[in-house]
């Protein structure tokens, strides 16, 4: 489905190179170009993810919709936003929700590799940071690349990230090792 068809991953949230900063920059992007009609919090186009469990409605952290324009229910011609979620229920076919009822969703046009754990896409691009960051060690790139089903890409603004972030491994200390 078009769902799982191509995500960009990051390794972080903040920054030029983060979640928050792609995710901002693509929304005016597309805005420039008109290949949507506004930067508000709504609009046709919108990728969505959830970001805590809606239970009401059946939707989990993780979740991913895009959000539709499409006919009102009365026939009267007139057109309004819904969320479209595939259904989780093990049933094909897709779930509307109208974008009103849901509180704990951002904008995913870039998600952390975090978020991405257990999701599949056909295509992945993994975009580093500029810098270091404590986040960014081989297991991450790991999971990152392990995110794709047939095609990776890798982006790093700065050369020489990605080899440095190999060469780090996440560090564990357990309450086992303190107490030798």
């Known amino acids: 489905s078009a769902f799982d068809a191509f995500q960009l991953l990051c390794a972080v949230r903040k920054g030029p190179w983060g979640v928050e900063g792609l995710n901002q920059r693509i929304t005016h992007a597309l805005f ?20 805590h469990n809606d239970y009401g409605l059946g939707l989990m952290n993780g979740d991913i919709g895009i ?3 499409l006919p009102e229910r009365d026939g009267e011609g ?8 595939p259904r989780n229920d093990g049933s094909e076919g897709v779930r509307f929700v109208l974008p009103s009822r849901l509180n ?3 904008t995913v046009y870039a998600m952390t590799v975090h978020k991405s754990q257990g999701s599949e896409f056909a295509h992945t691009a993994l975009i580093l940071p500029e810098a ?7 297991e991450l790139i790991y ?4 995110r794709a089903k047939h095609w990776f890409s ?5 050369q020489g990230i990605f080899e440095e972030a190999l060469r780090r491994k996440v560090k564990r200390l357990s309450g086992l090792m303190l107490g030798l």
């Open 143 to 146: 999971t990152g690349i392990t």
């Open 132 to 138: 270091l960051n404590p986040v960014l060690t081989k």
């Open 154 to 158: 890798l982006i790093e603004p700065r």
């Open 104 to 106: 704990e969703v951002e």
């Open 67 to 69: 959000t539709l324009r």
């Open 32 to 51: 420039s170009a008109k290949l949507i009609e506004s930067e508000q919090q709504w609009y046709e186009g919108r990728p969505v993810l959830m970001t």
């Open 78 to 85: 007139k057109q309004v936003l819904r969320v479209a979620f």
